[in-house]
């Protein structure tokens, strides 16, 4: 069986749809809310979670806008 893709299935990257995007913002949001609110997250074990919330939230925002247009021009 062979797998076919074509110019209209292939979505190019997993961020490069507008509601995967603000999942992932929104949830990147709310673990650094949380660990602004509750006093009880702020161990040391748990600032690694949050700085993985803050590298992905500004790699979503700042990264992906700028892939888009080359991803679309590349298999478009």
């Known amino acids: 069986m062979q797998c076919v ?7 190019g990257s997993y961020f490069n ?3 995967t995007r603000v999942q992932s913002i929104l949830g990147n949001a709310l ?5 602004k609110v ?7 074990c748990n600032y690694y979670f949050l700085n993985l919330a803050i590298s992905d939230f500004l790699v979503v925002l700042i ?3 700028c892939q888009s247009p080359w991803t679309l021009d590349k298999y478009y």
């Not at 893709?5 to 979505?11: H, L, M, P, R």
């Not at 673990?31 to 660990?35: D, E, K, M, T």
């Not at 509750?38 to 040391?44: A, P, V």
């Open 5 to 11: 893709v074509t110019k209209s299935t292939f979505t």
């Open 17 to 19: 749809n507008a509601s």
């Open 31 to 35: 673990v650094i809310l949380a660990f």
């Open 38 to 44: 509750d006093k009880s997250l702020r161990r040391q």
């Open 63 to 65: 990264l992906h806008p």
